[in-house]
């Protein structure tokens, strides 16, 4: 009997010590639980993040695309501008020209006793000076249409400049996001 007695406490002592490691197992199982569904939500976030980057990377990319399209436009209209100064400026230095030769006619033909030529010299002045008062005016225009598209172009090139800085601000947020890093110690 006390064998048998023997054998109980020592089968009562395995069952504990099994019971114990059963026990040990089942907080093991449950840790490894936890950390999954943490890993997991982990996981889910750094997904969703990433989507929210890439769809406001791809925003920004068309939206610099719109910028550059108009700046490219806005250059063309500005070489255009550019090359109606020119011309302008051309055509007025040539009607200047004309003037003082018709002003020097006019001296001239103030010794010629035909009111003719007088009166034809004053016509063709008058439609010269109205010449050079519209290409004056003309010119003031396109320097005006010159100054806007210039400050535009800048403005687009300041809003490109811009995007560009959220981008790479949004990338490094979305990196420090998915490393579990501060942005500032990248």
């Given at each position: 009997m006390s064998r048998l007695r023997e054998d109980v406490r020592k089968m009562n002592s395995e069952r504990?010590?099994?019971?114990?490691?059963?026990?040990?197992?089942?907080?093991?199982?449950?840790?490894?639980?936890g950390e999954k569904e943490r890993l997991e939500t982990k996981i889910a976030d750094i997904a969703q993040a990433y989507e929210k980057s890439?769809?406001?990377?791809?925003?920004?990319?068309?939206?610099?695309v719109s910028l550059l399209s108009q700046v490219r436009e806005l250059r063309r209209v500005l070489d255009e501008a550019e090359a109606e100064r020119s011309n302008l400026l051309k055509a007025r230095r040539n009607l200047e020209a004309r003037l003082t030769d018709i002003a020097q006619e006019h001296l001239d033909t103030s010794r010629m006793t035909s009111d003719r030529a007088m009166q034809a010299l004053h016509l063709e002045r008058q439609e010269l000076r109205s010449s050079l008062d519209e290409q004056t005016e003309k010119m003031g225009l396109m320097n005006q249409k010159?100054?806007?598209?210039?400050?535009?172009?800048?403005?687009?090139?300041?809003?490109?400049?811009?995007?560009?800085q959220e981008n790479?601000?949004?990338?490094?947020?979305?990196?420090?996001?998915?490393?579990?890093?501060d942005i500032h110690e990248i």
């Open positions: 504990d010590a099994l019971e114990m490691k059963l026990a040990d197992e089942e907080y093991s199982a449950n840790g490894w639980k890439t769809n406001a990377q791809t925003e920004q990319q068309s939206q610099i010159l100054k806007k598209a210039e400050s535009h172009a800048t403005d687009c090139q300041l809003q490109l400049e811009q995007i560009r790479s601000e949004l990338d490094k947020a979305n990196v420090s996001s998915i490393l579990g890093v």
